[in-house]
C-alpha cells in the first residue's frame, strides 16, 4: 500500500504562468486591472438591467451547453401538450393545442425580438429620442417597433407552417383533434 503522500498529481503542471495577484485567472494576456475601470462596472450594469427576464423567457438549457450530442429541448410540444391537457381539461381540446403549442414557440420569438432590440438600442436615433425626454413606451414604439416587427413577422410565417406540422403529427399520434372536427393540416 502507497501512502497519501507518495504520489501525487500536478494538475497545474501544463498551465501558463498567471501572474502574482491572487484573483488573476490563468489565461496568457489576461488583464486584472481592466476590470478596475469604470467602463466595465457600467456594462455590468447594463447588462444586469437588460436581464432581467432572460431567465423567465430567454434562458434555454440546450443553449447553454451548445457542445452536448442529444439536446433535448427545453420546452417540447408534445410532452408540454400532454402535462398542459391534463390540467386544463375544461377549455377544450383546440384551446389545449393551440395554448400549449404557442408556450412552446414562445421563447424563440422572445429570442429574436430581443436580439434585435439590443442591436439597435444604442442606435444613435435611440439616444436622440431618450435626449429629447421621450419614454421608454415612446421609443419602444416608435423607434424600435419598426425595426423588429419585420423579421418576428416573416418569423411567424414560418413558424405557422411549423405548427401546422406539429397538429398534424399530434392528430396522427391520436392526441389531436378527432375526425369530425376540421383542423389546420386536414
Do not use: C, K
Not at 12 to 40: E, F, K, M, Q, V
Not at 115 to 143: C, W
Request: proline share 6%; charged share 20%; no cysteine.
Amino acid at each position: 500500500m502507497s501512502r497519501p503522500g507518495d504520489r501525487q498529481l500536478h494538475f497545474n503542471l501544463h498551465l501558463d504562468p498567471a501572474g502574482h495577484h491572487i484573483a488573476a485567472w490563468r489565461r496568457t494576456g489576461h488583464d486584472l486591472s481592466r476590470y478596475d475601470d469604470i467602463a466595465y462596472d457600467i456594462e455590468l450594469v447594463r447588462l444586469a438591467e437588460r436581464g432581467r427576464l432572460d431567465s423567465i423567457f430567454i434562458a434555454d438549457a440546450p443553449l447553454l451547453l451548445p457542445n452536448t450530442r442529444y439536446r433535448v429541448p427545453l420546452l417540447e410540444p408534445i410532452t408540454l401538450l400532454s402535462a398542459y391537457a391534463a390540467a386544463t381539461s375544461r377549455i377544450g381540446l383546440i384551446a389545449t393545442i393551440v395554448v400549449g403549442l404557442s408556450i412552446a414557440v414562445f421563447p424563440s420569438f422572445a429570442r429574436l425580438a430581443r436580439s434585435r432590440t439590443l442591436q439597435h438600442a444604442d442606435a444613435e436615433y435611440v439616444l436622440a429620442a431618450r435626449g429629447l425626454g421621450a419614454r421608454r413606451t415612446t421609443i419602444l414604439l416608435r423607434e424600435l417597433l419598426p425595426v423588429v416587427a419585420p423579421p418576428v413577422s416573416a418569423y411567424a410565417g414560418v413558424i405557422a407552417a411549423v405548427l401546422v406540422l406539429a397538429e398534424a403529427a399530434l392528430s396522427f399520434l391520436g392526441l389531436g383533434v378527432v375526425a369530425p372536427i376540421p383542423s389546420w393540416a386536414t
